[in-house]
């Protein structure tokens, strides 16, 4: 059980727009921003988004991130066969200890 | 370019210890935290804890307190994770992550090592 939830499954057709929402709580995504990132099949996480809404350098920009409230969203434009991918939200939770948590990723397919 | 580099696959018994390296290179290795997380097969990302490279001090997910270990060695730019009295649940690709901040609220991983696969089997 994921502390931030996300929908198991995605999918979308080329050049279509799709969501993926992760939710939270207030001691996660409600008082801390939030990280996406993609895994390919069989490689490592890679990150996408950062501080909710950043891209890095080299990931373009039909991948964009928003937040608001205990809520965020990833949405990628334009679909391309090369996004089919899990996708992981992740926020630093200030309740006990401290850490950060996942959610339990969206599976991505390009129909 | 900034790069994490993880030792080899490990088949352990129950009850042993596995230790994994992540050598690290392209930036100033006491610059940034080092992060561990795993993941089992055909499931998700779990966080284990972090380590400030400068200091050595740690942080732990409860689930693993007492059973985690993190250390580095500085001077070869690796940090080591080792965790023990492995079960079968622990059965899983383990990486290791740079963490970066900006201000109190904003923590990423960037980048993820390629991940170890430690398997606990009789």
């Known amino acids: 059980q994921s502390v931030l939830t996300q929908p198991p499954s995605a999918s979308g057709t080329p050049g279509q727009r799709v969501t993926i929402s992760c939710s939270g709580s207030?001691?996660?995504?409600?008082?801390?921003?939030v990280n996406w990132y993609q895994q390919l099949p069989g490689t490592a996480p890679k990150l996408l988004i950062y501080?909710?809404?950043q891209r890095p350098s080299g990931v373009p920009d039909r991948f964009s991130g928003s937040k608001s409230g205990t809520s965020a969203s990833l949405a990628i434009s334009g679909l391309q066969s090369e996004d089919e991918a899990d996708y992981y939200c992740?926020?630093?939770?200030?309740?006990?200890?401290?850490?950060?948590?996942f959610g339990g990723g969206t599976k991505l397919t390009v129909l | 370019q900034v790069q994490l580099v993880q030792s080899g696959a490990e088949v352990k018994k129950p009850g042993a210890s596995v230790k994994v390296s992540c050598k690290a290179s392209?930036?100033?290795?006491?610059?940034?935290?080092i992060n561990w997380v795993r993941q089992a097969t055909g499931q998700g990302l779990e966080w284990m804890g972090w380590?400030?490279?400068?200091?050595?001090?740690?942080g732990y997910a409860q689930k693993f307190q007492g059973r985690v270990t993190m250390t580095r060695n500085t001077s070869i730019s690796t940090a080591y994770m080792e965790l023990s009295s492995l079960r079968s649940e622990d059965t899983a690709v383990y990486y290791c992550?740079?963490?970066?901040?900006?201000?109190?609220?904003?923590?990423?991983?960037?980048?993820w090592g390629q991940g170890t696969l430690v398997t606990v089997s009789s």
């Open positions: 501080s909710n809404n």
């Open positions: 992740a926020a630093w939770d200030d309740s006990l200890n401290g850490g950060v948590v």
């Open positions: 992550a740079r963490g970066l901040h900006y201000g109190v609220t904003t923590y990423w991983f960037d980048p």
């Open positions: 392209g930036y100033t290795f006491t610059s940034y935290d």
């Open positions: 380590m400030n490279v400068n200091s050595g001090n740690t």
């Open positions: 207030s001691s996660n995504i409600g008082s801390n921003t």
